[in-house]
């Protein structure tokens, strides 16, 4: 198994610029998640989602898309990248927490997004 | 709101015990779990508590007291590959959304 996968690993836009950043599992997990990490803080959920179809907001999605058309993807899209959108993105998966199995939250590699 | 604090940095010798501790502040969670980050890296799940009391893994333990409103994650018989970033997290009673703690930064001497 590949785990949790990140694509691309770095890059670099311009203010106003949008781009997608891809995400995929083969866990066959239901929950899956993105974070932001920024330095000296702790790990903030922009959006997550609990099955194919159905998406929900987390502590900071503003300036941010998702979908999940399918159990192993879930992109998470920039609109209008903005300078306050750098940081390191995290997507994570799980078993479905109403399952109430060991909650245990497998991440990627990240990706590190500079927005100039 | 709803918010969990932990210590920013502690500092330990090879071969020590650390105890790194988290406090929190949320009206119900289900279970508080910890993760370890190496710089540069993602976090990887280290240990989960459902209940109250102390769960053992190896050389890792964790505890957690609801009545107290604390937990912590104890690290014994450190080495040097155990400098990492340590952060506890929960899941908000009723909801889906996981919330992290800002992190402790944990540096092991020789």
């Known amino acids: 198994n590949a785990g949790v996968t990140q694509t691309p690993k770095f890059q670099v836009l311009k203010t106003g610029q949008s781009m997608t950043l891809q995400c995929a599992q083969d866990?066959?997990?239901?929950?899956m998640s993105w974070y932001r990490q920024d330095p000296g803080m702790g790990l903030r959920l922009i959006h997550y989602?609990?099955?194919?179809?159905?998406?929900d907001q987390g502590e900071v999605p503003n300036g941010y898309n998702v979908s999940r058309s399918t159990t192993e993807d879930f992109p998470l899209r920039l609109l209008s990248a903005a300078p306050s959108q750098t940081s390191v993105y995290f997507c994570?998966?799980?078993?479905?927490?109403?399952?109430?199995?060991?909650?245990?939250?497998?991440f990627g590699p990240g990706t590190r997004l500079l927005v100039l | 709101g709803q918010s969990l604090e932990q210590p920013s940095e502690v500092t330990a010798v090879e071969g020590a015990i650390v105890q790194i501790n988290c406090t929190y502040q949320?009206?119900?969670?289900?279970?508080l779990s910890w993760y370890q980050q190496h710089d540069g890296g993602a976090p990887t799940f280290l240990s989960y508590?459902?209940?109250?009391g102390l769960e053992e893994t190896g050389r890792f333990s964790s505890f957690l007291s609801r009545s107290d409103s604390y937990g912590y994650l104890l690290l014994q018989e450190l080495q040097m590959k155990d400098s990492a970033s340590y952060f506890c997290?929960?899941?908000?009673?009723?909801?889906?959304?996981?919330?992290f703690g800002t992190g402790t930064r944990l540096k092991v001497l020789a």
């Open positions: 997290a929960v899941r908000g009673s009723g909801t889906y959304k996981y919330i």
């Open positions: 994570a998966s799980s078993y479905s927490p109403s399952q109430r199995r060991q909650e245990t939250q497998y």
């Open positions: 989602s609990v099955g194919a179809g159905i998406t």
């Open positions: 949320t009206s119900g969670f289900y279970g």
């Open positions: 866990m066959n997990h239901e929950y």
């Open positions: 508590n459902a209940l109250d």
